[in-house]
């Protein structure tokens, strides 16, 4: 199994997650088993995805710990009816928006936000205190578009994240996040995984754990977003065949090659070159330059990140073309 790392998938993609997407289409065509794994929570991950009709080949570490991996439905309470319905709740539509405000005997208690006008498929639900005119936001639910409670997440002063959860379908707890006043993890818990409860202090052991879950004899991970994963695998118990995919420039010097500084994005990989397997470039040049830097057990291949989806491109005759035009397509950027 091929495994491409990123971060989250949207429902606009940058060039990077245009480059996982093709590439994971490409493998399948090529009869290998490839997919897209997110470090993201992403709510809409499989509405996204379908967009782009690549829901069958894409999860996230959420996913595969909240036992929620696939495009599937699930039958959703109706918030809305069921505070309609009931004499004790007064429900306020906000104005040109899909959100309403919920009072209980006339106490504001929450704010709910729904993805559509006939409120039947809700977003979030934020939860207020009291008193109204001093009222704090202490808790707020989030829901997966797939049509059940996701996260939970339980805040404190100044609507710090105190505690983040996160639920299964059925609406059990699997993974509890603690913050400490510097609104850093300080604790991931894990709670019943294979009849286990696991602790970890930070999440790239996290991410390392997961990684050993994915981990088989054929297994590879190639990371687009490296700077999200890659503290993770020297933690790793499996050895793991990991090869970053170079996506820009990647000297600040561009033609200092052999002394320049590593640009920002790319620094992590140098700084961590035992846990690398190889590195993809996108051009012959660029994987020249970078085997001058990397030692002679690591080597960086060229493949381009793009491809045609056909083999037949149509050329214009030279006479009809027009003479005085030249088309240049790029962007600026400081390096």
Known sequence: MIYCIGNNLGKKLPGIEHSQIKRVKLFLQMGEKAKIVTLSHGVDLYENASLFSISDNIFSIYDYFQEAMGDNRY????????????????????????????????????????????????????????????????????????????????????QRVIVDSYLNPSGDEKIVCYYNEGKEISRIQLTDYNNETYYFKNKNEWHAFFLDELNQEKTIFLSDRTQSMISSVPLMETRATFIPIIHN?????????????????????????DSVSAIVASTTHQAQELNERLPETIKAYPIPVGYLESTTVKKIDFEKRNPFKIVCMARYYTE
């Not at 704010?111 to 939860?127: G, L, W």
């Not at 109204?132 to 002063?157: A, P, Q, T, W």
């Not at 320049?260 to 070159?273: A, M, R």
């Open 249 to 273: 420039v990647h000297l600040r010097a561009p033609y200092e090659t052999k002394i320049s500084e590593i640009t920002s994005p790319y620094q992590s990989i140098f700084s961590n070159l």
């Open 75 to 158: 039958s959703q309470k109706n918030y809305y009816d069921m505070w309609q319905k009931n004499p004790k709740y007064r429900l306020e539509p906000v104005k040109h928006t899909t959100d309403v405000r919920v009072f209980y005997q006339e106490d504001y208690i929450c704010y709910a936000h729904f993805y559509d006008e006939t409120y039947q498929r809700i977003s979030y639900i934020n939860y207020f205190d009291g008193p109204y005119e001093k009222r704090r936001k202490i808790k707020r639910e989030i829901f997966d578009s797939r049509g059940f409670l996701s996260n939970v997440k339980i805040l404190g002063e100044n």
